[in-house]
């Protein structure tokens, strides 16, 4: 059944109302013609046109009312979209704010990893740079798998001297001290900016999603490009979770390797640089992409705008209103 609610707009609207008078009042005039309430009268004058002034009265009430209800089902139409746009660049602007905020923690996390990083290159400390060569950073340069690559560089460490050298050992350890703390304030700073809950980082689409039916119907909306857009929003927020992994565990990889007894060995050493090059590796990869989705949602929402000027005036001043008030 037809609910109520959807057909009063219709049956408020002034020219289907005109419309419906006119068919009634003609259609009832036809009726009483037709049952001879009125006088009989001369089928070759003034019946005819009686009757000629009935029919085309009906018809012209007819022909009105539905010229009502396609203009007032236009305007709902319309309005029915303004809406669901309005929405839309309402939930872009909030998933926009999102990614912003990933890709600024995604900066914080880099740095405080990349603290650490710097000091295990300290040239003051020539076992430390000798162990952590700088190519390991550097994702411009090719460098071997990860156990082959520790064997070369323990073998150049221990060619240089100081990987036996008593008095370089003595500086390791007092760096390595340090280092370690130096790793738990890290730790912390990344752990607040992780969000394992999910709960304070989402990225939303239920405007899109319950309004995609209506959205289908704006032509200057690119459906598929959208929900591609929304797919790797997803995704990109799954992959910050992988993000702070690699840091940690990168971290992890650092302090264990720092602070164990045991004779430096290329096993421990090729899993700490590889950990660090697979968090930079990843790192990279994200925020570059990051970057790029945040590009391309200020492309969507510029075109919203402009279309929601076409749609009509007072939405497009909302919609800027809406977009000062929540991205800085």
């Known amino acids: ?39 009989v009268l001369d089928r070759r004058g003034g019946y005819r046109i009686l009757s000629s002034i009935l029919l085309y009265g009906f018809i012209i009430g007819l022909a009105v009312t539905l010229l009502g209800f396609g203009l007032k089902y236009r305007e709902l139409s319309e309005a029915e979209q303004r809406g669901a746009v ?6 872009l602007a909030g998933d926009l704010q999102v990614a912003r905020e ?18 295990l290159r300290h ?52 760096a390595a001290r340090a280092t370690t703390r130096t790793i738990q304030t890290t730790k912390g700073v990344i752990e607040s900016l992780a969000d394992t809950a999910g709960s304070r980082y989402v990225i939303t689409s239920a405007s ?75 790192v990279s990869v994200y925020s570059k992409s990051l970057a790029e989705k945040i590009e391309v949602i200020d492309k969507e929402r510029t075109e919203i705008r402009t279309m929601m000027i076409a749609l009509g005036g007072n939405s497009a001043i909302n919609l800027e209103t809406t977009k000062a008030g929540v991205i800085p």
Do not use: C
């Open 1 to 39: 059944m037809v609910e109520f609610s959807k057909i009063a707009p219709f049956l408020q609207d002034p020219l289907v109302l005109i419309g419906f008078f006119f068919v009634v009042f003609f259609g009832f005039g036809r009726a009483i013609l037709k049952a001879g309430i009125i006088p």
């Open 86 to 91: 309005r929405l839309l660049n309402e939930e």
């Open 102 to 119: 990933l890709h600024l923690n995604t900066v914080s996390i880099l740095n405080a990893v990349q603290t650490v990083s710097g000091v």
């Open 123 to 174: 040239e003051k400390i020539p076992l430390l740079a000798a162990l952590f060569p700088a190519e390991n950073i550097d994702l411009s340069k090719i460098i071997p798998a990860s156990l082959p690559y520790a064997r070369q560089v323990l073998t150049a460490a221990k060619d240089s001297g100081v990987l036996d050298d008593s008095s370089e050992q003595r500086k390791f350890a007092l």
């Open 208 to 282: 899109w999603d319950a309004n995609l039916p209506i959205l289908r119907k704006v032509h200057v909306i690119d459906v598929s490009r959208m929900q591609s857009l929304y797919n790797d929003l997803r995704l990109l927020r799954t992959n910050y979770g992988v993000v702070i992994n690699h840091s940690q565990s990168y971290l992890s990889a650092v302090n264990d390797f720092l602070s164990s007894p045991e004779p430096i060995d290329e096993y421990r050493l090729s899993h700490v640089l590889a950990a660090e090059r697979l968090f930079l590796m990843t």
